[in-house]
């Protein structure tokens, strides 16, 4: 309807104009008026093309005020367009995220069924556990009427009974491990469906060095000292609130040679508690001892490695050669007998500082530069290797 109104508007309005330019220039005709000193003729044309004129821009403004869409294709084409081509380009990025994200969704599927398998394979082991506790307990059951039975009988065999209580001690022995392998397995199907891991194998959980000539009593202490305290700073790392929870946990027969190894040393010995196996939250981590000499490598002052730069070739910069330079230095101290860290491989530290400062003085020689490093305190087997590093420039 609206549609309708603004066409006999604007029919009407082109009429009047067009009447109203046809008088005015029929008037200009017949009284020979001149218009910027013109011919009456010429004046009467100029007359009837203005009328034209107004025509066609009141029909353009009244749709521009009354459309809006005659507004847009006007003035906002270009807008428009932009817009457009904005959208196009979110909706595309909107396709890529959405490619990645179904490639991400497989990817954690795969995950999440590799678990789901491990979880099973726990899960028939811990059946197996309870078949094994269910025939000990018939087991110790038999055993024990067998033994009230023996109890009953004064005249049985003192030897018999001894047997038979040794036993059912045994049996007794092989529930509770049962019974503890069977809250490990719990255990282990939780943090596996969690997924973390405490600590790697290998990773070096603490360390400490012993004093020479120990006895075994006396490495027997030490050591289980040495133990409480690790135990002690990991539960305080790993934030666990009960003082009386054990972290790591340790086989008799593993203790004991290590106590022997202790026991009566010439030179003080470096003691490495080591994870002997990939450990889940939520359980104590199997460690190992390995035990070093604890030698002094490099005194105080003493140089370590020295080079000069240019030996390193020209393919490289200034930092990729002071970078060589430290890895020299980390393999010759390897080689001197540090201890380095299994998962990481790294003996020492150097301060970013000082690395900075190095690589801009090596930059204003143009590379022409002799570094040498050397400890900056005494270093032993079990390190770390902290090291002053001095340049000097190298003479052509």
Known sequence: MLGVVIVLILMVMGGIIAFLGDKIGSKVGKRRLTMFGLRPKYTSIIITIVSGVLISFLTVAVMTVVNENVRIA?????????????????????????????????????????????????????????????????????????????????DASAEEIKSL??????????????????????????????????????????AGVLNAHLTKE?????????????????????????????????????????????SNTTSPKLVRIISAGNTLIGEPAVIDFAIYDNLLLYKRGEVI???????????????????????DVNRVAREKGVLFDPLTGSIGQFDGEDLANIIRQVNEWNEKAILTATAKDNIYTEGPVVINVRVERADN
């Open 305 to 327: 490695f020295s080079k000069n730069l240019l030996s390193y070739g020209k393919h490289l910069n200034a930092q990729g050669k002071v970078i060589l330079f430290l890895h």
């Open 165 to 206: 209580e040794q036993t059912k001690n045994e049996l007794s022995g092989n529930i509770e491990k049962l019974n503890n392998e069977r809250e490990n397995l719990i255990n282990n199907i939780t943090a596996i469906r969690e997924g973390t891991v405490a600590f790697r194998s290998g990773q070096v959980l603490g």
């Open 218 to 262: 006396q490495a027997d202490i030490a050591l289980d000292a040495l133990l409480n305290n690790v135990n002690s700073k990991l539960r305080t790392h790993m934030n666990i609130q009960d003082k009386n929870a054990t972290v790591i946990r340790v086989s008799q027969d593993v203790f004991n040679k290590a106590v022997l190894q202790l």
């Open 74 to 154: 006007l003035f906002g084409l270009n807008k428009l367009k932009a817009e457009m081509n904005e959208l196009n380009l979110q909706i595309e990025t909107k396709n890529k995220q959405l490619a990645e994200g179904k490639l991400l969704l497989a990817k954690r599927t795969d995950e999440y069924n590799e678990i789901n398998q491990r979880a099973n394979s726990i899960f028939e082991e811990l059946n197996d556990v309870e078949q094994q506790k269910a025939s000990v307990e018939a087991e110790l059951s038999l055993v024990q009427d067998a033994y009230n039975q023996a109890r009953q009988d004064i």
